[in-house]
């Protein structure tokens, strides 16, 4: 894991999952602000991107997968049919973050 502070004292850490097919995710800390009563802690204020599938083949794989939405005839989408039936849709950019908000909640209080 490697971190750094800018002039502003933000925080971030490139955390490495998976050393087979390396995903590297980029975790910012912002600045520190009061607690709010209407939330619970920790809390996630943002994010970019949808984590990819586990053992989805890397980048590579990925980025087949995602063709397979565009082109129903592609090679991954006709060796994996199962991938497709489980993710009708897929939206790369979608962050999810209602849902993660909600697992990460499971951690606090």
């Given at each position: 894991?490697?971190?750094?502070?800018?002039?502003?004292?933000?925080?971030?850490?490139?955390?490495?999952?998976?050393?087979?097919d390396?995903?590297?995710?980029?975790?910012?800390?912002g600045?520190?602000?009061?607690?709010?009563?209407?939330?619970?802690?920790?809390?996630?204020?943002?994010?970019?991107?949808?984590?990819?599938?586990?053992?989805?083949?890397?980048?590579?794989?990925?980025?087949?997968?995602?063709?397979?939405?565009?082109?129903?005839?592609?090679?991954?989408?006709?060796?994996?049919?199962?991938?497709?039936?489980?993710?009708?849709?897929?939206?790369?950019?979608?962050?999810?973050?209602?849902?993660?908000?909600?697992?990460?909640?499971?951690?606090?209080?």
């Amino acid at each position: 894991m490697h971190s750094s502070i800018d002039d502003k004292g933000k925080r971030e850490f490139a955390y490495i999952y998976d050393y087979g097919d390396y995903w590297e995710h980029k975790i910012r800390f912002g600045k520190i602000q009061p607690a709010r009563g209407d939330r619970r802690y920790p809390y996630l204020v943002s994010g970019t991107g949808r984590c990819p599938l586990e053992d989805i083949g890397g980048v590579w794989g990925y980025a087949e997968f995602l063709q397979g939405f565009e082109d129903p005839n592609s090679a991954y989408r006709e060796n994996y049919p199962e991938i497709y039936e489980g993710y009708p849709t897929w939206d790369p950019d979608d962050a999810e973050l209602d849902t993660r908000r909600s697992r990460l909640a499971h951690f606090s209080g």
